[in-house]
């Protein structure tokens, strides 16, 4: 397991830090986080009830929120052990192979994420380039199959990632700059080569959140196409209403996921904090805010939370 006295291959634990700066404050800012925790698991749940329960929407576009709301608490459950664990009990450790394994699930849920935001724009350029043919196109084991081959992808890319990092020699300084163990953290500590695995993970951000955000520009662009061509205003207006919760769900994710990433590689000089503060962002605006953009937004899911919330009053 020790090489020498300065290396070893494997380390038995990762030091986390939480908040770099802040650890005198970490009992307050668990406060913020709790309530973030509370409406994500919520909010989300609420959605995939209603969903779940309601028979009219059983559609394309609702199974696909189902996915993208079930995404989103699995990378919160992900992180909610060792963020919680910081700022409630100063628990910094974590073992090595919990940390691959935490890695692995915020990483893998992420690309499903990506992966279905990517299908509700295609789902949403079928509705509006095709209506009277949506429901022969988008059918329901087309959608289950989708759903399946999504899960799988997002597996099967981040797999062999793991196995890369295990086989790297790690130094003694094994501390983690996050409350969780992301892969572009975790590629600052080993003493090998490390060319393999960039090469890799390079792959996936290209082959899943590139191509991802280049097809929902592309389905976007196609949308705006088919809109101008309807002739009525009030027909564009519709058309263009039934994208705005999607419009607003991409933009969450992928803003703060593009500038975390920019940071990670080019921004060797910025502050732990700011660090931090990004990766915090990219892990907890979307799944705080989609649920209540689609609950404002989208009509047949408020009406379902109305009638839900009657029925837990009778």
Request: with cysteine.
């Amino acid at each position: 397991k020790n090489s020498n006295s300065s290396m070893r291959f494997l380390p038995t634990t990762f030091i986390l830090l939480g908040i770099p700066g802040l650890e005198a404050e970490h009992i307050w800012i668990s406060i913020p986080f709790c309530l973030m925790y509370i409406i994500i698991f919520l909010g989300n749940g609420t959605i995939l009830h209603v969903i779940r329960t309601d028979t009219a929407l059983h559609q394309p576009m609702y199974v696909f929120l189902a996915l993208l709301a079930l995404a989103e608490v699995g990378v919160s459950a992900s992180t909610l052990p060792t963020v919680l664990g910081i700022f409630l009990f100063g628990t910094t450790e974590i073992g090595f192979d919990a940390c691959l394994l935490q890695m692995f699930s915020i990483h893998s849920f992420s690309i499903m994420e990506s992966a279905v935001l990517l299908a509700m724009s295609v789902d949403r350029f079928v509705a509006i380039y095709s209506p009277l043919h949506y429901t022969a196109i988008l059918t329901m084991p087309r959608i289950i199959g989708t759903g399946v081959m999504i899960g799988l992808k997002s597996i099967m890319l981040m797999a062999p990632l793991t196995l890369l990092l295990r086989r790297l020699p790690f130094y003694d300084h094994d501390v983690l700059s996050h409350s969780y163990c992301l892969h572009p953290n975790l590629l600052h500590l080993p003493c090998g080569d490390i060319s393999i695995n960039n090469i890799y993970g390079l792959f996936i951000v290209t082959s899943t959140f590139g191509l991802d955000s280049l097809l929902i520009v592309i389905s976007y662009g196609l949308i705006l196409h088919t809109v101008l061509s309807i002739t009525t205003g009030e027909g564009r207006r519709k058309a263009l209403n039934t994208c705005g919760s999607h419009i607003c769900a991409v933009l969450t994710y992928y803003v703060p996921m593009i500038g975390l990433s920019m940071m990670h590689r080019f921004g060797h000089h910025v502050s732990p904090l700011l660090q931090a503060m990004m990766a915090n962002a990219y892990l907890f605006f979307p799944p705080v805010v989609n649920p209540i953009v689609y609950s404002i937004k989208t009509k047949e899911i408020r009406r379902g939370i109305v009638r839900m919330l009657s029925e837990m009053r009778a």
